[in-house]
């Protein structure tokens, strides 16, 4: 990708302000008005870029013939249900809503085809608004790791997005886990599909606040052959009991060039396995913990990959006695590698630990819980990192 070129601009927090950068490559960051009149102007990084460049996969999908068109030229056109029938079909989407930035209110979840490859381009005028009562967007395929369709989304913001959690763990006494079983993606949840996001904004959504084994404020993803690709977006203020941003579960996870600031795992205790603290079981286990790993970043699971290049990673929040302020990944296997380049990690916490199978890495700092084969990193500032 080429260089990229810092503006000043501004993107409205509920937490904050964080300054962010636009493209010089022909895409500007996402923008929308939030539905509280904040103004989302912009995605990405402006702390730095991957040296690396971007896969090839990574660059933007070409969307000049789209399968469906919401609105007809107007704001007024751009109804939810235009929306909601795009989604159904899959395909291409992209938006004609006039010259101005849009929101369009989701009332209910977008439920997007398993058997064909969906990309969804805002355009950078488009904002999706779930209200702060529902989830977004959900691509819910029944395998695991075997789908190769999946879900691009380039340009667009998503905001408010909530996934309120239904299956409750039985009631028991701490340090027996508390909270709750479901609720994963506030904004987007995936099961056996392949996701990439591109120059996207991810902006306060929440998924379920406590429980061992549910999270991704903004995103979770399950499952996936070819895992999950973010290239240029910015995730901030989102939350949920694990993965305050964005939670992976045996699907590997390549982050470019993307901020994410203030998102905050929100569970406690971590999880754990132990009958001699609680005789309860849940999920088969005797569960001890009720979350709070992975304050930003969050993936668990055999032999899964972590590449992070040109990032920011800046003061997001791991649950209290729990690990990975800025990034919670175990490889169950100790088989997954993790790479860090170009790549700005501070301000994050949480507990932490490094356990590594080889390398000379042997310690990733204060903002990172991990078990891997080994580890790299280059041109880096990690907190506690010697």
Known sequence: MPSRRCLVLTVLFALGCVASCSGNDGTEGAAGKTADGGTVTSAGNPYGSCSAGVPAKGQPADVSNPTTVVGSGSEASCSFSQLQAAATQGGIITFACGGGAVTIPVTTTLNLPTNKNTVIDGGNKITLDGGKTTQILRFDSADFQKNTMGLTLQHITLIHGKMTPTQAIPTAPAPCSQGWDDGEGGALYMRDGNLTVIDSIFMNNQAAPLGPDTGGGAIYVLGSKNGVLI??????????????????????????????????????????????????????????????????????????????????????????????????????????????????????????????????????????????????????????YP
């Not at 569960?287 to 040109?310: P, Q």
């Not at 993790?338 to 000379?360: E, P, R």
Request: hydrophobic share 30%.
């Open 231 to 384: 290239v240029g977006s910015t995730f901030s203020g989102n939350s949920a009991s694990n993965a305050g941003a964005i939670g992976c579960l045996f699907s590997e996870l390549n982050v470019y060039n993307s901020l994410f600031a203030n998102n905050a795992a929100t569970g406690n205790g971590a999880n754990n396995d132990d009958s001699t603290k609680c005789s309860v079981i849940n999920n088969g286990q005797h569960e001890v913990g009720s979350g709070g790993n992975g304050g930003a970043l969050y993936s668990d699971g055999n032999s899964m990959n972590i590449t992070l290049c040109g990032d920011a990673i800046l003061n997001n929040d791991a649950g209290q006695g729990a690990f990975g302020g800025g990034l919670f990944f175990t490889s169950n296997d100790m088989g997954g590698t993790l790479s860090i380049a170009d790549t700005t990690m501070t301000g994050n916490t949480g507990g932490h630990w490094t356990q590594v199978s080889g390398g000379s890495v042997t310690n990733v700092g204060t903002a990172v819980g991990t078990n891997a084969k080994s580890i790299t990193v280059t041109n880096s500032t990690i907190q506690g």
